[in-house]
């Protein structure tokens, strides 16, 4: 029987179709969607957010699955933002059935959810960050996100989460270039998986010897070698999660973290909707089109028509 309690009172109480609900609303942009996060928005904070990032292929869902089964064991209650590619067609995540993720389908205590990145080249969907403050506000103690696997460009996976982990794979032929300054820069913890391959050791080693050459700062990054598909070395992930979690909140950087993050999303959100905004004034804008026409006859350079755009929307 449908409840009558209005949306945002059945999320904030953990209504499981509440909150899938919610989520829908705001990856379709629906202005009904940002109303509600408007107003569940004091009720956030209070989950541990993980950002779980990695190259296509390196098991982040298999790990993933792993420790949401450590946390539903310690009595955490969990939810799962897996960002996947967009299908060409339906924009949808095609992905999104995370097989992987199949045997907490059923648990209550796991809310689980897939969304397509739209195109997104840093990994994760503008709508994004709003989901996770609505897995947040439906009371869920760890939002665990999954980029959608693209590499040194998913870096943006750091102005999400209060904590990082990078899983890399040995043997896949391009280590060395993983290793090398971009996403090596973002991760409070690294995870070697599938780690009984027999370049694992080498693979540490060239790891250990990257980060020396980074700043030290009071955390040092741990290096976790796992196996996720038997579960080998996942409890030691979680320690290490655990560990810089009371880090960050000990040195009261976590508050700092959560500062910048939001300063980035709002920057971000921002742009998206001025650069909509601007796209739907130019579209039929004979004037703009003589600014093109310009540009392609080499009579004017793109970064000229650009300002001379700016000029004239703000006139």
């Not at 004979?286 to 004239?312: M, Q, T």
Request: hydrophobic share 45%; proline share 5%; net charge negative.
């Amino acid at each position: 029987m449908p409840s009558d309690k209005p949306l945002a009172q059945r999320l904030l109480d953990g209504d499981r179709r509440a909150l899938a609900r919610a989520i829908s609303l705001v990856e379709d942009d629906d202005p009904a969607g940002w109303e509600l996060v408007r107003e569940v928005y004091p009720h956030t904070g209070r989950a541990a957010v993980v950002g779980v990032t990695g190259a296509p292929g390196a098991g982040k869902s298999t790990l993933i699955g792993k420790v949401v089964a450590n946390r539903r064991a310690a009595g955490r209650s969990v939810a799962v933002l897996s960002i996947d590619p967009s299908s060409p067609f339906t924009h949808g995540a095609l992905l999104g059935d995370r097989i992987r993720l199949t045997d907490h389908f059923l648990d209550p205590g796991v809310f689980i959810r897939s969304m397509a990145n739209r195109g997104a080249l840093g990994g994760l969907s503008e709508a994004s960050l709003q989901a996770a403050l609505l897995m947040d506000a439906a009371g869920r103690d760890d939002v665990l996100l999954e980029t959608v696997g693209v590499g040194q460009a998913e870096i943006d996976i750091i102005d999400h989460a209060d904590t990082v982990v990078l899983v890399l794979m040995p043997g896949g032929g391009d280590s060395v270039q993983a290793l090398k300054a971009g996403i090596m820069e973002i991760p409070d913890i690294i995870v070697v998986n599938k780690a009984d391959h027999p370049m694992t050791q080498t693979m540490v080693r060239e790891i250990r010897g990257v980060l020396s050459l980074a700043p030290q700062g009071d955390w040092k990054v741990p290096i976790v070698q796992t196996e996720a598909t038997e579960g080998t070395g996942v409890e030691q992930l979680v320690e290490q999660l655990l560990t810089h979690r009371a880090h960050i909140e000990e040195q009261g950087t976590l508050a700092e973290r959560r500062r910048n993050n939001l300063r980035n999303e709002v920057i971000a959100l921002a742009t998206t909707k001025l650069r909509r905004s601007l796209e739907a004034r130019v579209c039929s804008d004979p004037a703009f089109e003589g600014l093109i026409d310009d540009v392609v006859a080499r009579r004017l350079d793109p970064a000229s028509a650009a300002h001379a755009l700016l000029d004239d929307t703000r006139s």
